[in-house]
């Protein structure tokens, strides 16, 4: 059973912090990462993609990915109440449309003003 | 544009009533999914369809039916046999061949009456 593991939260962090979000997953050959953002009664929608080790940075978000660890993070600089939603990790297998996405539970973000 | 339809926006089931979530896709996406959402929770997959007239059983798909009849439309039946079928359902699309990332339809929420 593929599995992938989120603090549910909430994770409350002052407005202009840092706020840092985890996620680790079972299946040692997963490929592709995702971290969508989810509001309250509305669809996910896609903030980073990673499919290599290290970081990837994209605006106020950093993805990082540690295949060894089976570890991949989010990082949302400068924080805004407007950011406060909750953030889903999926984590697939690469050109393999027969697999669907795994999705963790989700941690949810409180951002404090 | 491009996109994904869900259809309705609410819906209210009554007790042994079978109810039939819409969603439709002119991305000329093959791969479609439906998902559910429970209050706190992640996304939990019910069945997918990597083709037309082909389709797989998620984690949770007892007491739901599904067909693909056409590329673009991937309705799903929730049946009577689903004896807690409350919860926000999502529809989603990806294009097989390259593993990119799922598009999600606004999502359907049902109630029982």
């Known amino acids: 059973q593929k599995e992938v593991e989120q603090n549910s939260g909430p994770l409350s962090v002052p407005e202009g912090a840092i706020a840092s979000l985890n996620c680790t997953y079972s299946?040692?050959?997963?490929?592709?990462f995702f971290w969508y953002r989810q509001y309250s009664g509305k669809s996910p929608e896609l903030i980073m993609s990673?499919?290599?080790?290290g970081d990837k940075e994209d605006g106020r978000f950093t993805a990082q990915l540690n295949k060894a660890s089976q570890y991949v993070s989010l990082l949302i600089r400068d924080s805004q109440p407007s950011d406060s939603a909750t953030y889903l990790c999926?984590?697939?297998?690469?050109?393999?449309?027969?697999?669907?996405?795994?999705f963790g539970k989700g941690t949810r973000l409180s951002v404090i003003a | 544009d491009g996109g994904i339809t869900q259809s309705p926006k609410y819906l209210f089931r009554k007790e042994g009533q079978n109810v039939t979530l819409s969603c439709e896709q002119n991305?000329?996406?093959?791969?479609m999914y439906w998902y559910r959402q429970d209050p706190g929770q992640g996304l939990r997959l019910i069945y997918y369809?990597?083709?037309?007239?082909?389709?797989q059983k998620g984690d949770i798909a007892e007491g739901y039916s599904v067909s693909r009849e056409k590329k673009e439309s991937f309705p799903l039946t929730v049946t009577s046999a689903q004896k807690n079928p409350t919860a926000f359902y999502l529809c989603?699309?990806?294009?097989?061949?390259?593993?990119?990332?799922?598009?999600f339809g606004s999502g359907t929420q049902l109630s029982v009456l």
């Open positions: 999926a984590v697939g297998l690469i050109y393999s449309g027969n697999t669907p996405l795994v």
């Open positions: 369809s990597q083709i037309v007239n082909d389709f």
């Open positions: 299946d040692r050959v997963s490929q592709s």
């Open positions: 991305l000329n996406h093959d791969a």
């Open positions: 990673i499919y290599s080790n």
């Open positions: 989603a699309s990806r294009d097989r061949a390259t593993n990119e990332k799922l598009f």
